[in-house]
């Protein structure tokens, strides 16, 4: 086995052969390197601009609220696959969240309750909306931010929330 760590969230895999994403943030294999060669951006204390502080506390909020949607629709799922998916978007969320705390140096909030729908297809149709904002918000933000971590980070974000999408959209289908 090998010791596999996550350029965003520095979280390790232990396996033999390198994952196809971070099982944790979501970060596609491209952030995924050998431990010895890994520097994550979590753990850089690289000053951030004002306008990346901003967009910070903004993705904080979306990525709140998605955990606790997720958390609403695991609850109603039809079936135990649903379910589990959606307890694992939920947890992917939160590390999003833990990212973003340990960014701004500040302690991770309380989770809300959210309302949601009753209906799976509802609720599928939900994420695929709130990703969907995700993802042009996490785009807009990769171009305002001018320092390299905020630019890497923006970037893993956006393309794990549009996986999100592309995983929900075979739902849909
Ligand atoms: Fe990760
Ligand atoms: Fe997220």
Do not use: W
């Not at 609403?72 to 696959?81: F, H, I, L, S, V």
């Not at 959606?86 to 500040?106: G, P």
């Amino acid at each position: 086995m090998k010791t596999f760590i996550c350029e965003i969230c520095g979280d390790a895999y232990l396996g033999e052969e390198k994952p196809k994403g971070c099982p944790f943030c979501g970060a596609r294999e491209a952030f995924i390197k050998e431990g010895k060669d890994t520097d994550p951006i979590v753990n850089q204390k690289e000053e951030i601009g004002e306008v990346s502080i901003k967009n910070l506390k903004e993705a904080l909020d979306l990525e709140k609220d998605a955990v606790a949607i997720y958390n609403c629709m695991a609850g109603k799922a039809d079936t135990y696959e649903i379910k589990a998916m959606y307890k694992r978007l939920a947890k992917v969320e939160m590390e999003h969240v833990s990212i973003i705390c340990k960014l701004l140096e500040i302690e991770k909030p309380e989770i809300d309750v959210e309302e949601c729908n009753e209906d799976d297809v509802e609720n599928f149709k939900g994420t695929v909306d709130l990703e969907d904002n995700a993802v042009n918000l996490y785009k807009k933000f990769t171009k305002e931010a001018t320092e390299k971590n905020m630019k890497i980070l923006f970037t893993a974000l956006a393309q794990a929330e549009d996986d999100h999408i592309k995983l929900i959209k075979n739902y849909l289908n």
